[in-house]
């Protein structure tokens, strides 16, 4: 089936403002009469609830976690992009539009990024009036910064916890709304199905994960902003929480998958140091500013204390490669190119897996106390767990996953193939396309859940009776029986091993043969490997306690469960994708270590319909044109 | 009335009585110095004067004070059992880091402190622990009057070791007490930043310290026998 | 993969069923534990052993593991996240620990923080003071352009300084009294010093002291442990400026 995005057409400066005018609107009065269900409360999903709370809707919203000011959008640290052009550095929306799609290896679309970089500006107005403690120049203006190979200063940022300051901006927002009684805020609730009547997504169930009670609520839309997916990789700088459950059960029901196969593995992170780890932190890739990334030229040399390594010896691979660009080139290369020097024998530290970065050089031209003002509170972070001194010694770093580009299909309205359903921030795949650019992630987060979707539910909601289907309907009893028969089932197997070692072992699976490269043999392995695996899981796992209590076991074992069905649509989906993008690189399609894209076959957002498990899956094509940019070769060298 | 119903407000009202009575111990810590001479006619004189006072303005001052002590315990009463409710299961390992015994123990360096001020205006402003040495009967003659011999009441009042032991030790409890309570007073009143924050905690240390050191020297001057009748 | 000693360890762990449950001690032994565990993967070893050995696993929060969601919330040896500055639990590493140490694990223990299970605790009284008012009350849409309001440096940088509150709770599980008072203080701080916040001032900290006494939290008397346990170093001068705007308040 060839999919419609329902983009608006004309020109692309004025789709999004013709679109706002076609949308249908809800009478005020009629307005809370609707029910809307929030899932997720970060940057998207704590901006959906406040805005349309305030806009008189009655919102249900819903979090994992014991409060909605955790979600993991608090982790973001660099900053957020608009098009602001206060710098007079030559900015527009037109520019920021462009960097994103080209960023995005062309494989986004062009009116949803246009509408992204539009409302960019009223992004960075809201979150000031609310009170996020943005940077400031000594003249009381807001600062910018350059960010992610970008040419233009367009990044705002609030020292090294932007995320966290824009999420206590929408929390304040959601808060208010509480208060005032248009938001119920359900905590510690676990979405574990969405309730299809008649085709049309009308409510969810949810875990109550402190009483394991199962709940039931009934909606007139549901809105999923449940965040990303990269767990599946078992170790990313993702929170522990984070799955792909909800999506997932959503797929399940119906809701096309698109593009699962791209996801982004960020630079620089610390390396893992024992099998016991649970999560890899990030740090910013602002060090690559003043660090340089190099191995040892010898093999030999690995193990030797990095100050004792010769210069001669070095190889500053980075460098070497992209004379131009060196050390600043962007995420998806410099990972790349630091998993060949340590596939090639020269990685060091534990295991081999990790690069050098050092700051020697800088240290020596500009002087320790600059470095230290630049960077200091990273050198701080790297030294509390590696207890290594960056000054002294170089830093190890190694690429981990990041962020998921792909998610739950979407139209223009950012509403599912589900009537009812709409996805917001990261769990869609609308405007990354196949690589993500710096500071753009709580960009659209913000963008979907303050200036999109308040429009666009109403275009929705204007065209459905209010309240028709209740709680009690048998499909909500049926969903609730279902999701506990499952749980009851893991709770039952009583195996010998853990959820964390099947989890460990999936993710090893998945990191080793679809993470930054990967190949057709690689994804037959796994495609092989996976079901086999996932047999073993409901043989073998082990969850004690019991699903009527706070059960964190059987919490896990769920999302696990349902990773390992996600992981195989993940291979398939990169199987299927027979060229390198952005974020997606298949070792057969490149131009001397360079992605090679194939724009005649699959210029295309490939969205996987849900057969059955272990059944193949469905592929739905929408095609992408391209009328504002011309589809170029990415080259940084 | 946010101002003495919520917990800022009535620690406001405390942290207001308390430095009152701070400065009310400085201006009779003065006042008592006299004893060392630098008054003509000393600590009998400078008695005789306060008591010449206009008789409403002694008791003015006397009700004054009363009110303060009572406001300042009951609030304090009422504040420490809300805060014992506060955390009303203990940690297995105690631990602090920055709390201070003066700061722990508030409430009880207050209890002992009040119970030494109803031995105090017994001893010296009611004089009934030791009447035979009550200044109001001794009169000793001064500029031509005669007037009540504090100075020979104190004096053998000190030359008792237990009556001095009982200031000397009622006066650590009030320089505990103080070493929390001056600083406490500039953080609650919003009167301090992160820069002085640290420097007020020691000025009030310092403080506390001057006031012990200036009470206790009269009790032991007189007890080791250096000031005398 | 590590080459380093291992080290092994008497962990006593706060065990609780349920929130009626009376609760008591249990000893385990943490063994095969490295330099480079942090605190909460020794915790996920000892639990891998409890499940194998069919017992149920000590329950705990958390969840980012990189010092920043605010969720992990244990009392280690009487000190909140373990006491080490600026660190959070998920960041403090056992390297922090020797061979055969004792260490007490305990959840945040405060009237206002009922325990839900084992190390977790109810959080929520800290939503309820900022719903009470830790915002500013504008509306989606319609709001001045961003350098329409400007900011002092020095004001923006305070306000930061306030806004790093991850609202993990340790300033109350620090405090002998289980008061709120850093937190609620932050919140007030944020916005009393920049000019968005201002209009509100006044009504925003009567409203969050008032939230904060009907949540059950104790009162300040100063001893300063918050800042202490505080994982982000938030600063007491934070209290007494929400004191400072609370007597403003009382006469405006």
């Known amino acids: 089936m060839i999919l419609d995005g329902k983009c608006p057409t004309g020109p692309i400066q004025q789709t999004w403002d013709k679109h706002r005018f076609d949308l249908k609107l809800v009478n005020p009065a009629n307005k809370r009469k609707y029910n809307v269900i929030v899932v997720g409360t970060g940057l998207a999903g704590g901006a959906a609830a406040a805005s349309l709370g305030e806009l008189g809707y009655n919102v249900q919203a819903f979090c994992y976690q014991d409060s909605p000011r955790r979600a993991h959008s608090i982790a973001a640290q660099g900053g957020i992009n608009a098009a602001k052009n206060y710098p007079n550095d030559g900015d527009s929306i037109y520019r920021l539009f462009y960097d994103t799609i080209k960023g995005g290896d062309f494989r986004a679309r062009e009116a949803d990024v246009w509408r992204l970089a539009q409302v960019s500006n009223n992004i960075i107005d809201q979150c000031v009036a609310q009170g996020v403690p943005f940077a400031r120049d000594y003249a009381g203006y807001l600062d910018n910064r350059s960010f992610g190979g970008a040419q233009v200063s367009r990044t705002f940022y609030a020292r090294g916890q932007t995320g966290q300051q824009l999420l206590l901006g929408a929390y304040s927002a959601l808060s208010r709304q509480i208060k005032l009684g248009t938001v119920k805020m359900y905590n510690r609730r676990e979405m574990l199905d969405l309730v299809v009547v008649d085709g049309v997504a009308r409510g969810i169930t949810v875990r109550n994960l402190i009483t394991g009670e199962m709940e039931s609520y009934a909606a007139d839309a549901v809105c999923l902003a449940t965040g990303g997916y990269v767990n599946v990789f078992y170790l990313s700088t993702n929170a522990m929480g984070c799955s792909v459950t909800a999506a997932w059960k959503a797929h399940k029901k119906g809701a096309y998958f698109a593009n699962p196969c791209y996801t982004q593995i960020h630079p620089t992170c610390i390396p893992q140091a024992g099998d016991y780890q649970s999560k890899l932190t990030l740090m910013s890739e602002s060090l690559r500013n003043d660090g340089r990334c190099w191995v040892p030229k010898k093999k030999e040399d690995c193990g030797k204390h990095p100050n004792e390594v010769p210069e001669e010896d070095r190889d500053y691979y980075l460098e070497r490669k992209y004379p131009s660009f060196g050390n600043l080139a962007p995420r998806d290369i410099a990972s790349r190119a630091a998993k060949e020097q340590c596939d090639d024998g020269r990685g060091v530290g534990p295991g081999g897996r990790g690069v050098y970065l050092d700051f020697s050089t800088s240290i020596k031209r500009v002087g320790a106390d600059t470095i230290k003002e630049r960077y200091g509170n990273l050198f701080e972070m790297y030294e509390k767990i590696t207890d290594e001194d960056g000054y002294k010694r170089p830093m190890r770093m190694y690429p981990a996953p990041h962020y998921s580009m792909g998610g739950l299909w979407v139209d223009y309205n950012l509403m599912s193939n589900i009537p009812g359903l709409f996805v917001l921030g990261e769990a869609n795949f609308s405007v990354h396309g196949a690589n993500r650019l710096g500071a753009s992630a709580l960009m659209q987060g913000l963008a979907d859940g303050y200036f999109v979707i308040p429009y666009t539910i109403g275009g929705y909601l204007a065209t459905v009776k209010p309240g028709e289907v209740k709680a009690d309907h048998d499909e909500f009893k049926n969903s609730a029986a279902d999701v506990k028969a499952e749980q009851e089932k893991l709770l039952s197997i009583n195996g010998n091993k853990t959820v964390f070692e099947f989890m460990r072992e999936l993710g090893g699976l998945m990191w080793e043969n679809c993470g930054m490269a990967r190949t057709k043999q690689s994804l037959e392995i796994n495609l092989k490997k996976i079901p086999a695996l996932r047999e073993d899981f409901w043989k073998n796992v082990k969850v004690t306690g019991t699903g009527a209590e706070f059960n964190q076991q059987l919490e896990n074992a769920g999302r696990t469960a349902d990773f390992f069905e996600f992981a195989e649509l993940m291979c398939r989906d990169a199987y299927h994708r027979n060229e390198s993008c952005g974020g997606h690189f298949r070792e057969e399609y490149q131009d001397q270590g360079e992605a090679e894209r194939d724009d005649a076959n699959f210029c295309y957002v490939g969205a996987w319909e849900f057969k059955g498990v272990g059944k193949e899956p469905e592929l739905h094509k929408e095609p992408l044109k391209f009328d504002n940019v011309h589809l170029a070769v990415r080259s940084y060298k | 009335m946010q101002l003495l119903t919520s917990s800022i407000g009535r620690k406001i009202v405390m942290a207001i009585t308390g430095q009152a009575m701070v400065l009310f111990a400085v201006i009779h810590l003065l006042g008592n110095s006299s004893i060392f001479g630098w008054l003509n006619g000393g600590i009998n004189a400078y008695a005789e004067h306060l008591h010449s006072l206009p008789l409403p303005i002694i008791i003015g001052f006397r009700l004054a004070l009363l009110a303060m002590v009572c406001i300042h315990i009951w609030f304090g009463i009422q504040l420490t059992m809300e805060n014992r409710g506060g955390r009303p299961q203990q940690y297995a390992v105690k631990a602090a880091q920055k709390a201070t015994f003066a700061s722990e123990n508030m409430i009880w360096t207050g209890c002992l402190i009040g119970l030494f001020l109803v031995y105090h205006l017994l001893h010296f402003t009611f004089q009934v622990i030791s009447p035979e040495t009550a200044a109001l009967k001794n009169l000793v003659p001064l500029h031509d009057q005669m007037v009540p011999n504090v100075l020979g009441m104190v004096v053998a009042g000190f030359k008792n070791f237990f009556v001095s032991f009982i200031y000397a030790g009622g006066m650590v409890v009030l320089f505990l007490h103080l070493s929390h309570g001056i600083q406490s007073f500039f953080q609650t009143m919003g009167w301090s930043c992160d820069k002085s924050q640290p420097i007020i905690v020691k000025l009030g240390s310092l403080v506390a310290l001057v006031l012990f050191a200036g009470y206790v020297i009269i009790p032991l001057t007189v007890f080791f026998g250096i000031l005398k009748g | ?252």
């Open chain 3, 1 to 252: 993969m590590s080459d380093h000693k291992t080290m092994t360890l008497t962990l006593i762990v706060w065990r609780q069923k349920g929130p009626s449950d009376p609760g008591k001690f249990e000893t385990y032994t943490a063994k095969g534990i490295t330099e480079h565990h942090s605190f909460l993967e020794m915790l996920d070893c000892v639990n891998e052993d409890l499940i194998y050995s069919g017992k149920e696993p000590i329950v705990f929060d958390h969840d980012c593991r990189e010092g920043i969601c605010g969720m992990c919330s244990q009392v280690i040896n009487g000190l909140a996240h373990g006491g080490r500055d600026r660190t959070t639990v998920c960041q403090l590493h056992m390297r922090t620990f020797k061979d055969g140490d004792t260490i007490y694990i305990e959840p945040w223990r405060a009237r206002a923080f009922p325990i839900i299970k084992d190390l977790v605790c109810d959080r929520t009284a800290l939503d309820t003071i900022v719903q009470a008012g830790a915002y500013v009350s504008c509306h989606t849409g319609g709001v001045p352009d961003g350098n329409a309001i400007l900011i002092p440096k020095p004001a923006a940088d305070e306000a930061m300084d306030a806004a790093e509150c991850v609202g993990c709770g340790a300033c109350v599980a620090g405090c002998p009294n289980g008061a709120a008072m850093l937190f609620t203080g932050a919140k007030v701080s944020q916005f009393a010093v920049i000019p968005q916040g201002k209009a509100e001032a006044a009504e925003r900290v009567k409203a969050l002291t008032d939230a904060m006494t009907e949540c059950g939290f104790g009162n300040c008397t100063n001893h300063y442990e918050c800042q202490t346990a505080c994982p982000k170093g938030i600063n007491v001068k934070f209290i007494a400026r929400m004191n400072r705007e609370f007597l403003k308040a009382q006469f405006s």
